[in-house]
């Protein structure tokens, strides 16, 4: 549906017929004042919520202070995100980017390009996981192997080719002397919340070491607190060479980040790689701002606590409508509840926005995406889910007309 003050956006999204204009904590308000409960956190972006004071003000101090400068010149909240993940992580080098899909477009050209400089030049190819995601542009879409995505933009960059997710087999037979790097998500978002096993990721990182081929998190949705420790690696405990962030770095301001060892950077040197907004004052200072008031608010005992009581809800309405729903998959505060066919989950999606004030999402293979603020409450959760049975309800056959 298009709104009348749309017609000259372009129409390539499909947006609920509704317009935002204020957010505070976890909710929305649109144009005529509803009050909407955001299960969705901007995609796993909001973790601290909608317009935080702790973040507004720290856009606002260095809006006032300095907005651009350049990568000619240094600056402050640069280096200072700069060496607060690298001591939250381990990692020794970081790359600031704009957005998820080009953090991992700069991980793929470090991959090619360290091996360049290795003298290994037929190390070329990029390996991924069927049904992952990782980004819109031309390379990162080559290594998304989903013809939905792909469609219509052929020819693609060559080099990259597809194992199963979770087939350490496979992956064994897949990597080889020609592979530069293996891209893999912890969590499958876009396909529906799919979780990699802790014997496949350390299979990823067994096989990548043998082969001397890098290995890529891609943590761009399950990362920065989403499943509760700061990076998924952590929740995993299998450390890559390369991990990409973005999303909730900067709580909604665009920023993506590499993090690298010492070891991989030398892959890209000055005149490599480069980007004219990556690591701008303004996103960095908002990023310090979250990673600090993050701290301050127990964040990761929050998403612990929150999770337990979300997946714990979700199976009980997967056990109440069994007809509709499949059991939860995920972690932490992403989660992916199946509707089963023939049902259709963004008929549950509009239900709940429509008749509860509940903003739901359909993610991939017809799965309802749980992403709230990381700042949700118990009661707020338990909110959602009386949306979520009231709109199941309206799907499920009772049980004495079956």
Do not use: W
């Not at 609920?16 to 955001?38: M, N, Q, S």
């Not at 969705?40 to 601290?48: F, N, P, R, S, T």
């Not at 991959?111 to 290795?118: E, L, P, S, V, Y």
């Not at 070891?263 to 490599?272: A, F």
Request: net charge neutral; with cysteine.
């Amino acid at each position: 549906m298009t709104n009348n003050n749309d017609n000259h956006l372009l129409q390539n999204y499909r947006s609920a017929p509704i317009t935002i204009v204020r957010g505070e904590g976890c909710y929305l308000f649109d144009d005529k004042g509803t009050r909407y409960l955001d299960m969705i956190g901007g995609i796993a972006v909001c973790a601290l919520g909608h317009a935080h004071p702790g973040i507004a003000e720290a856009i606002s101090k260095q809006a006032h202070t300095l907005v651009q400068s350049s990568n000619l010149f240094g600056h402050e909240p640069a280096r200072s995100l700069a060496n607060e993940l690298a001591k939250r992580s381990g990692f020794d080098r970081v790359f600031f980017c704009n957005s998820g899909a080009e953090a991992n477009e700069a991980a793929i050209k470090l991959a090619r390009k360290f091996a360049f400089r290795k003298g290994d030049t037929k190390r070329r190819t990029i390996l991924s996981c069927n049904g992952s995601f990782h980004g819109r542009t031309l390379g990162a879409l080559a290594a998304t192997p989903n013809e939905k995505y792909q469609e219509g933009f052929d020819p693609l960059p060559g080099g990259f080719r597809y194992t199963p997710f979770n087939d350490a087999a496979a992956l064994e037979k897949a990597i080889d002397d020609t592979v530069a790097a293996f891209i893999v998500e912890p969590i499958q978002g876009e396909s529906g919340i799919i979780s990699a096993t802790r014997e496949f990721l350390e299979a990823s990182r067994r096989l990548c070491s043998q082969h001397g081929a890098l290995l890529i998190f891609d943590e761009i949705q399950c990362g920065m607190g989403r499943i509760g420790p700061l990076f998924a690696f952590q929740y995993f405990g299998v450390r890559p060479d390369v991990v990409t962030i973005a999303k909730a770095l900067a709580n909604g301001l665009p920023i993506g980040a590499m993090l690298l060892t010492e070891r991989v950077s030398s892959g890209l040197q000055p005149g490599d790689h480069g980007t004219t907004f990556g690591g701008s004052p303004v996103p960095c200072a908002a990023g310090l701002a979250h990673l600090r008031i993050r701290d301050e608010i127990g964040l990761q005992q929050n998403v612990e606590r929150m999770s337990e009581i979300l997946f714990g809800e979700l199976r009980a309405v997967a056990r109440e409508f069994p007809d509709v729903l499949g059991d939860p998959r995920g972690a932490g505060l992403l989660a992916g509840l199946p509707v089963k066919e023939p049902h259709d989950a963004a008929t549950l999606v509009t239900h709940a926005r429509e008749r509860s004030r509940v903003l739901l999402n359909k993610a991939g293979n017809n799965t309802l995406r749980f992403a709230p603020p990381l700042i949700v409450t118990e009661e707020q959760i338990v909110e959602a889910m009386k949306a979520l049975c009231d709109a199941a309800r309206s799907l499920s056959v009772p049980v004495a007309a079956k």
